[in-house]
């Protein structure tokens, strides 16, 4: 490309996906165009059921269309082995759900580290330093040796997005981040995205019911029928 500097983080073009349930088909995706560019921050909203969930398994390729295509830093991730799919996602994408799977035998530092200990060309020494880096941007430098079970929900919640950024990646895919955090908590991680997203350079795709926090984000779009919609 020309200007490689704005070029698209991720781009879905005509996405279909149909659960076939028994005789019935359920056509959750009827064809979604998305463009998201470096740094872009876009909320998906939703109601229940309307396809959201589905909609990030297929960005990140851990899912298969039914029909159309996902680009993901230039690589068409349906043209692709699983090997090659593994390693884009782990050089390019970050991941944060309603639950916040962290690996409960291993402290927060070693569950933000992960991600980079999986990348041969990083010494155990730099993903640990990184790590601790990250978990200062988050504001858990004290509460690194902990294990998720000693941490409080909103604790976690930053754990997962302290591991989502640390291999630096061009896109963060989160699935209803705060969905299972208080209001209270929930407003402190929102302010907390906000403040990191300002930082960083990484684009974001957060599914969200706070129509609050949508609207803060440089685009808010509504899965509705199938389609993405501007929210109005
Ligand atoms: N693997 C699957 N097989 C059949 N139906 C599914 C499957 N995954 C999701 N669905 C259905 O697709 C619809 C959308 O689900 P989902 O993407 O989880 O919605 P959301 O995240 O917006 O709540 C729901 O009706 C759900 O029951
Ligand atoms: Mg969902």
């Given amino acids: 490309m020309n200007n490689p500097e704005n070029r698209a983080v991720l781009e879905c073009r005509r996405l279909t996906k149909v659960f076939a349930e028994g005789p019935e088909k359920l056509k959750v995706l009827r064809g ?13 909203v939703g109601t229940s059921g309307s396809g959201k969930t589905t909609l990030l398994q297929l960005l990140a390729g851990l899912d298969h269309p039914s029909s159309g295509e996902v680009i993901l830093c230039d690589h068409q991730l349906m043209k692709v082995s699983e090997q ?18 962290l690996l409960p035998e291993f402290t ?62 061009d896109l ?7 969905g299972n955090l208080d209001p209270h908590t929930a407003s402190k991680i929102h302010e907390l995205m906000k403040s990191l997203s300002e930082q960083l350079t990484t684009s974001f795709i957060v599914v969200t019911h706070d ?10 779009l509504r899965l509705e029928d199938g389609h993405l919609v501007p929210v109005v």
């Fill in 32 to 44: 979604i165009d998305l463009l998201v560019s470096p740094a872009e921050r876009v909320a998906i």
């Fill in 84 to 101: 090659q799919q593994g390693e884009l996602r782990n050089r390019h994408l970050g991941f944060v759900y309603q639950f916040h799977h």
């Fill in 108 to 169: 927060a530092l070693e569950n933000v580290a992960m991600p980079l200990l999986l990348r041969k060309e990083v010494s155990v020494g730099q993903a640990t330093m990184r790590a601790e880096e990250m978990l200062g941007m988050v504001g858990l430098s004290k509460r690194a040796s902990h294990k998720p079970a000693e941490l409080s929900g909103g604790e976690r919640q930053r754990v997962a997005i302290a591991r989502a950024l640390v291999g630096s990646p």
């Fill in 172 to 178: 963060v895919l989160m699935d209803e981040p705060t």
């Fill in 211 to 220: 129509m609050v926090f949508a609207r803060q984000m440089d685009r808010a």
